[in-house]
């Protein structure tokens, strides 16, 4: 199946079965805005609960917070959004659409990649086993071709963005023959700044009301509150902060699903060292994170670091994680040494002294932070992508039939178990309450007596439901259920007091930080 298709199936399963739902749906829809459903809810909840644990619970010297979304306005001019946080624009005058240059021009370099890629493909099924890719890469004629495209567009591209040269970006997009997809056309008006921070007031009074910013990112809620939390909890440094929390931006172009929102959650951790030692704590992050994401079992080959073409003016070392989406490898997270940036200009703009003393050098410095950034819906995306499978399967009459499988990592998993009375008669209805009642304090569980029991599977199937546990006429002679993996499709026939042991060993947390 082409991945355009995977992707807009994905996006109708998510509705069907209660994942996301557009924002303000009965009233056409909220651009870029999204609701997260009874199934989606629980997801991203676990979502979170793997980060915070895997953050907080599993280093000593990692503790949380939960800062307002509200700010006093001067933390963000202190931080540079006010001036800086904005991007590059650009319109199509045919079609009125409106697109981000710099993604557009990254577009195009995604562009010469995927012939690159095309070229290998082809090459490594006509020659088979004895196919050398990497001297096939070092001399076939079409591959050097457009990796010189790639070379000289990425050059130009960097420099561009490094010399914050608007007319160079619209310039690139001119000469590469870029068109609009939807107009199909090249009348690009010019390309400009414009500021992703959506702002209010707060206030009563016309005068005395105060211009506020939504955050556009948690962190600064944290860097304002290093001193609070150093302090009270006598962190000694190297210590990190970690949050969880919603940030809002502008975004310019809003498509692709959850994976550019303007109202999003990020799960941010910075991490506060001693000046010097910053990219060496870089290095074990950028690791780590690495490790976190792999941990999930989704294939090492789906991931791969991306390094920063051009540096925030914060960073000294800044790098991505990307994910093999349906639509290409795209940032899920980024890993960045901002070194004593956002602390020194606190300090400058609140005139507080914003320091840490170090008692083994016996002086005070500011500290360097490397920061850990991701956000809880484009991790929900790539779960939902990942787990996403179709699959032919030989139906209990015999007959072929499909099935639609989430193969949601079992501590992942909104639901963990279904119990399904075989018939709402003799008493079977009453047995799967009874198991429901003794469970549900230790796994989120799911009753369902509605429809024959290979629909009730296939509907626990699509939403990743790894344990359907079914009570039939033998339950009530012997106390025993049948239990049915998600995965595999197997049955097993289990006494009911084994269920809680069975099932806690798979869908426990400790599965995954197991692995890291
Ligand atoms: P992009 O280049 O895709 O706009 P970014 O580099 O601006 O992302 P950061 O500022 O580094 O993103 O934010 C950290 C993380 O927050 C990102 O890796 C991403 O997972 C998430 N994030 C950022 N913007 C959005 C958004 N508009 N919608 C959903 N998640 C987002």
Redesign the pocket.
């Known amino acids: 199946m082409a991945q355009e298709d995977v992707f807009k199936k994905l996006v109708a399963h998510c509705k069907e079965y209660g994942f996301v739902f557009q924002s303000s749906e009965i009233y056409d829809g909220l651009g ?1 805005v999204y609701d997260y459903g009874q199934n989606g809810v629980e997801l991203k909840n676990n979502i979170k609960k793997y980060w915070w644990d895997s953050m907080v619970l599993l280093h000593e010297n990692v503790v949380g917070l939960d800062s307002a979304i509200f700010m006093h306005p001067t933390i963000w001019k202190a931080s540079g959004h006010v001036d800086a946080f904005s991007d590059p624009l650009i319109d199509n005058k045919d079609s009125k659409k409106r697109y981000r240059a710099d993604v557009l021009i990254e577009e195009q370099l995604a562009k010469f990649e995927d012939k690159i890629e095309k070229e290998v493909e082809k090459a490594k099924k006509r020659f088979g086993e004895t196919f050398d890719e990497k001297q096939f890469r070092e001399t076939n004629g079409r591959v050097l071709e457009n990796q010189q495209k790639w070379n000289d567009l990425q050059a130009r591209f960097v420099k561009a963005l490094n010399d914050s040269n608007l007319d160079e970006l619209k310039q690139i997009i001119i000469d590469q023959e870029i068109v609009c997809p939807v107009s199909g056309t090249r009348n690009w008006t010019d390309v400009r700044q414009f500021n992703l921070m959506f702002s209010t007031d707060m206030g009563a009074a016309a005068d005395g009301a105060m211009k506020i910013y939504l955050r556009p ?1 948690t962190a600064q809620g944290i860097f304002v509150n290093y001193l609070n939390v150093q302090k009270t909890g006598r962190m000694k440094i190297p210590f990190g902060i970690a949050q969880i929390g919603k ?1 809002f ?1 502008n ?1 310019i172009v809003a498509r692709q699903f ?5 109202e ?1 959650e ?1 799960m ?1 951790m910075q991490f506060f060292v001693r000046p010097g030692s910053e990219l060496e704590w870089f290095q074990k992050w950028k690791q780590t994170r690495m490790n976190w994401h792999q941990a999930i079992g989704f294939g090492s080959d789906n991931y791969r670091f991306h390094e920063h073409d051009k540096l925030a003016h914060y960073a000294n070392a800044a790098v ?1 994680v990307e994910y093999k989406f349906p639509f290409g490898f ?5 890993i ?1 040494s901002r070194t004593d940036f956002d602390l020194s200009q606190h300090q400058q703009f609140s005139g507080k002294k914003i320091q840490y003393f170090d008692p083994e050098l016996n002086e005070s410095y500011v500290p360097f932070v490397v920061e850990t ?3 809880v ?3 929900f995306l790539q779960i939902m992508a990942a787990s996403y499978s179709e699959e032919e399967i030989v139906s209990e009459d015999g007959k072929k039939d499909m099935r639609v499988v989430l193969r949601i990592p079992a501590p992942l998993a909104p639901i963990k178990l279904a119990v399904l009375p075989l018939m709402k008669k003799d008493g079977l209805a009453e047995k799967a309450r009874e198991i429901i009642d003794d469970l549900k304090f230790d796994f989120n569980c799911q009753y369902d007596e509605k429809d024959s029991i290979g629909k009730r599977y296939r509907r626990q199937d699509a939403i990743g439901t790894p344990f359907c546990v079914t009570v039939d006429h033998i339950t009530m002679e012997d106390n025993t259920v049948t239990i049915r993996y998600r995965d595999t499709m197997l049955q097993d026939r289990v006494a009911i007091s084994d269920l809680k042991n069975i099932i806690s060993g798979e869908v426990s947390l400790k599965k995954l930080f197991a692995k890291l």
Request: without cysteine; charged residues 45%; proline residues 0%.
């Open positions: 870029a990112e940030a931006r975004e959850i994976f550019r929102m303007r999003f990020q941010e991505d795209k940032e899920v997270e980024g960045h950034s991701i956000g819906d484009r991790m």
